[in-house]
């Protein structure tokens, strides 16, 4: 195996670590490394914690960047209800800082974002890597090893865990059948840990490395693919899409901030399969509470939508999946409020 493999993928297909069954996550509390000579006292690292903690409650990746989150990290020390520092085993500080929950959430819908609350199950994430020699299914005794994900899982406020992989889960499933198993084939994989949601990772050795991913949750799921120079980068990525997704079902919008019901112009509509796409793309989006078609000119549809979530939440959640782009709704009624992306 050339030297430049990762170490991550040497210590994964070679090492066993601890086991670690699950790995909670407590979303009011950031944690942020210390600048040398700093302590919790430090201004500038409990900003930073707070705003790790808003991206955690909310899902919501975009809010790191948003116009009004520095009058709203200028309140980290008034909010804060516990914050300390202690020492990692390679002697970095980090400062501890837990929030106040229902401080947090004020925060939040000041700035217009959702709520994920703290009720998440875990989820449990088959991870299949691909050398290019053979094939292997990371177990939890190899979890510690894992730090591009656990890191991020911890940022997202994602509680995780991988399975044993014991006699019992290699009679269900092996490396070779998770590349090409069904989402039906997973799930009874992995019935015995009694989860709901599960993330398939069929990560494989090449230039770039790629990613499938599939995101299971009850009976629906969604698959997407990543590539990456990095390994690791594909690890982390993995986690950040399972938190967008799952946040885009859980997440529950401000008061008052839901668009509710418009008649939109979508333009780019060219033909009856385009159309089909669009009506069944809405129809399966949780925010969408109703999908009714009015009329179509052109390669212009316009719907009748009853939506759930505000237009600064609405922007994300269409730029996630990347199907529709949302253009200016301060246009006159008759203009096109959305793009069909081809």
Wanted: hydrophobic share 45%; aromatic share 4%; glycine share 10%.
């Amino acid at each position: 195996m050339p030297a430049r493999l990762s170490l991550l993928l040497l210590v994964l297909l070679g090492l066993a670590c601890g086991a670690v069954s699950a790995l909670q996550m407590p979303i009011y509390e950031g944690e942020v490394a210390l600048a040398a000579g700093r302590d919790e006292q430090d201004e500038a690292a409990l900003r930073a914690a707070l705003a790790q903690v808003l991206v955690k409650v909310s899902g919501d990746r975009s809010v790191a960047a948003d116009a009004g989150l520095d009058g709203v990290l200028a309140d980290a020390r008034r909010i804060a209800v516990l914050v300390s520092a202690r020492s990692l085993p390679d002697g970095t500080r980090v400062l501890v800082a837990n929030f106040d929950p229902g401080a947090i959430h004020d925060r939040l819908a000041a700035l217009g974002r959702p709520v994920w609350h703290d009720d998440r199950p875990p989820l449990l994430v088959w991870l299949g890597i691909d050398d290019g020699t053979q094939k292997q299914i990371a177990s939890a005794n190899q979890i510690a090893a894992l730090g591009a994900m656990t890191e991020r899982a911890r940022a997202r406020g994602i509680p995780m865990l991988l399975p044993q992989m014991d006699g019992v889960d290699q009679n269900r499933i092996n490396p070779v059948t998770l590349w090409g198993a069904p989402p039906q084939t997973i799930v009874a994989a992995g019935q015995r840990y009694g989860v709901q949601a599960m993330l398939v990772i069929r990560l494989s050795r090449g230039t770039p490395w790629q990613a499938r991913y599939t995101l299971i949750d009850g009976r629906s799921y969604e698959e997407w693919t990543q590539t990456d120079t990095q390994s690791n980068a594909l690890l982390g990525a993995a986690i950040d899409g399972a938190a967008d997704r799952l946040a885009r079902r859980y997440a529950v919008e401000p008061q008052g901030s839901a668009l509710g019901g418009v008649d939109w112009w979508i333009e780019g509509v060219r033909s009856a399969q385009d159309y089909a796409s669009v009506v069944g793309y809405f129809g399966k989006l949780e925010f969408v509470r109703e999908v009714r078609v009015l009329r179509a000119e052109g390669d212009r549809l316009q719907l009748h939508l009853d939506l759930a979530v505000g237009e600064r939440r609405l922007r994300q959640l269409l730029a996630l999946d990347g199907r529709l782009e949302l253009l200016d709704l301060a246009a006159p009624a008759a203009a096109t409020q959305l793009r069909l992306m081809h």
